[in-house]
């Protein structure tokens, strides 16, 4: 299915532009795969993937899920470059994650 008809980003409360769900995810369902170019610097759009040796890869956001925004009580988790529902999502609902224990926010 095409990314457009399953997410869509628009303006955000969180901060910014967020990903927002265009039609109803179940917990544990797949919701797309993040895209983009290998890279070694950190920035905005940066995807971080550790792989089993420990090893840090850093890809930088091409598609919608760039727009993501970090939430301490998130509804969607990265497993690799893939992202899941953690709990059922409905239409309209921002996608978010958690960045990380280190991410300071004021949420």
Not at 4 to 23: D, W
Not at 68 to 93: C, K, M, T, V
Request: glycine residues 10%; hydrophobic residues 35%; charged residues 30%.
């Amino acid at each position: 299915m095409d990314l457009k008809r399953r997410l869509v980003a628009r303006p955000s409360a969180i901060h910014g532009r967020g990903l927002f769900a265009a039609r109803r995810f179940r917990r544990g369902a797949y919701i797309a795969t993040f895209e983009g170019r290998p890279t070694r610097q950190d920035g905005m759009h940066v995807l971080w993937l550790i792989d089993e040796d420990g090893t840090e890869t850093g890809i930088l956001g091409c598609n919608e899920l760039r727009y993501l925004n970090h939430s301490r009580d998130p509804n969607a988790e990265f497993r690799g470059a893939d992202l899941y529902a953690l709990r059922n999502i409905q239409p309209g609902q921002e996608v978010t994650f958690h960045y990380g224990d280190e991410w300071n926010d004021v949420e």
